[in-house]
Protein backbone atom coordinates (compact mmCIF):
# COMPACT_ATOMS: atom_id res chain seq x y z
CA UNK A 1 0.00 0.00 0.00
CA UNK A 2 3.00 2.65 0.68
CA UNK A 3 4.71 1.81 -2.52
CA UNK A 4 3.54 5.10 -4.07
CA UNK A 5 5.36 6.85 -0.84
CA UNK A 6 8.75 6.32 -2.90
CA UNK A 7 7.48 6.53 -6.47
CA UNK A 8 8.85 8.48 -8.81
CA UNK A 9 7.09 12.34 -9.36
CA UNK A 10 7.62 12.30 -12.90
CA UNK A 11 5.69 8.53 -12.86
CA UNK A 12 3.06 10.19 -10.19
CA UNK A 13 2.53 13.00 -12.90
CA UNK A 14 2.20 10.58 -15.74
CA UNK A 15 -0.83 8.67 -14.33
CA UNK A 16 -4.24 9.49 -15.52
CA UNK A 17 -6.75 10.91 -13.47
CA UNK A 18 -8.65 7.45 -13.29
CA UNK A 19 -4.84 6.03 -11.85
CA UNK A 20 -4.78 8.62 -9.57
CA UNK A 21 -8.51 8.20 -7.98
CA UNK A 22 -7.08 4.75 -7.34
CA UNK A 23 -4.50 5.44 -5.06
CA UNK A 24 -5.66 4.48 -1.82
CA UNK A 25 -3.66 6.98 0.44
CA UNK A 26 -2.67 9.41 -2.04
CA UNK A 27 -1.64 11.84 1.38
CA UNK A 28 1.30 9.22 1.22
CA UNK A 29 2.48 11.10 -2.02
CA UNK A 30 5.80 12.72 -1.85
CA UNK A 31 5.90 16.59 -2.24
CA UNK A 32 7.45 16.50 -5.30
CA UNK A 33 4.71 14.10 -6.63
CA UNK A 34 2.11 16.38 -5.49
CA UNK A 35 3.77 19.40 -6.95
CA UNK A 36 3.12 17.67 -10.45
CA UNK A 37 -0.31 16.94 -9.98
CA UNK A 38 -2.66 18.95 -12.59
CA UNK A 39 -5.92 19.95 -11.72
CA UNK A 40 -7.70 17.31 -13.45
CA UNK A 41 -5.63 14.26 -11.09
CA UNK A 42 -6.23 16.90 -8.40
CA UNK A 43 -10.10 16.92 -8.39
CA UNK A 44 -9.77 12.92 -9.56
CA UNK A 45 -8.99 12.65 -5.43
CA UNK A 46 -12.06 11.42 -3.70
CA UNK A 47 -13.41 13.72 -1.80
CA UNK A 48 -13.69 12.43 1.47
CA UNK A 49 -10.00 11.60 1.17
CA UNK A 50 -9.74 15.38 1.21
CA UNK A 51 -9.78 15.46 5.23
CA UNK A 52 -6.29 13.24 5.26
CA UNK A 53 -3.99 15.37 3.70
CA UNK A 54 -1.01 16.52 5.73
CA UNK A 55 0.16 20.14 5.78
CA UNK A 56 3.20 19.44 3.94
CA UNK A 57 1.09 17.87 1.21
CA UNK A 58 -1.24 20.90 0.64
CA UNK A 59 1.62 23.20 0.79
CA UNK A 60 2.97 21.48 -2.34
CA UNK A 61 0.30 22.00 -4.32
CA UNK A 62 0.79 24.88 -6.72
CA UNK A 63 -1.43 27.67 -5.85
CA UNK A 64 -2.97 28.21 -9.03
CA UNK A 65 -3.44 24.26 -8.63
CA UNK A 66 -5.17 24.78 -5.70
CA UNK A 67 -6.85 27.98 -6.48
CA UNK A 68 -9.15 25.62 -8.70
CA UNK A 69 -10.21 23.12 -6.05
CA UNK A 70 -13.61 23.23 -5.62
CA UNK A 71 -15.14 24.68 -2.16
CA UNK A 72 -15.98 20.55 -1.50
CA UNK A 73 -12.62 19.78 -1.26
CA UNK A 74 -11.30 22.63 0.89
CA UNK A 75 -14.16 22.20 3.24
CA UNK A 76 -12.03 18.83 4.25
CA UNK A 77 -8.81 20.23 4.89
CA UNK A 78 -7.43 19.87 8.46
CA UNK A 79 -6.03 22.48 10.83
CA UNK A 80 -3.00 21.70 10.64
CA UNK A 81 -3.13 21.42 6.63
CA UNK A 82 -5.12 25.20 6.17
CA UNK A 83 -1.85 26.09 8.48
CA UNK A 84 0.72 24.77 6.42
CA UNK A 85 -1.29 27.35 2.99
CA UNK A 86 1.14 30.00 2.24
CA UNK A 87 0.36 33.62 1.12
CA UNK A 88 0.64 32.83 -2.88
CA UNK A 89 -2.10 29.89 -2.37
CA UNK A 90 -4.23 31.89 -0.03
CA UNK A 91 -3.57 35.11 -2.61
CA UNK A 92 -5.37 32.67 -4.94
CA UNK A 93 -8.37 31.34 -3.33
CA UNK A 94 -11.84 32.66 -4.20
CA UNK A 95 -14.47 34.10 -1.99
CA UNK A 96 -16.42 30.36 -2.07
CA UNK A 97 -12.90 28.70 -0.97
CA UNK A 98 -12.90 30.95 1.66
CA UNK A 99 -16.00 30.73 2.86
CA UNK A 100 -15.42 27.09 3.12
CA UNK A 101 -12.22 27.06 5.26
CA UNK A 102 -13.46 25.46 8.42
CA UNK A 103 -10.17 26.63 9.95
CA UNK A 104 -8.82 30.30 8.90
CA UNK A 105 -7.73 31.02 12.13
CA UNK A 106 -4.98 28.26 11.87
CA UNK A 107 -3.36 30.56 9.00
CA UNK A 108 -0.05 32.03 9.69
CA UNK A 109 -0.02 35.64 10.61
CA UNK A 110 1.18 36.75 6.64
CA UNK A 111 -1.65 34.43 5.21
CA UNK A 112 -4.37 35.53 7.45
CA UNK A 113 -3.03 39.20 6.35
CA UNK A 114 -3.57 38.14 2.90
CA UNK A 115 -7.03 36.10 3.41
CA UNK A 116 -8.00 40.11 4.89
CA UNK A 117 -6.83 41.86 1.84
CA UNK A 118 -8.34 39.20 -0.49
CA UNK A 119 -12.05 39.75 1.69
CA UNK A 120 -11.77 43.49 1.21
CA UNK A 121 -11.24 43.33 -1.78
CA UNK A 122 -13.86 41.15 -2.71
CA UNK A 123 -16.56 43.05 -0.11
CA UNK A 124 -15.45 46.13 -2.07
CA UNK A 125 -16.98 44.45 -5.55
CA UNK A 126 -20.05 44.21 -3.29
Not at 20 to 45: D, M, N
Not at 79 to 99: G, I, K, M, N, Y
Request: hydrophobic fraction near 50%.
Amino acid sequence: MEQHRHADPACIAALSPDQIATLPWPAWLPAEAVARLSVSQLLAIPVRLWGLMPGDWLRAVHPERLAAMPPDRVAWWTAEATARLDAAQVRLLSPHQVAALRWPEALSAQARRVLDEVMSRTNSLT
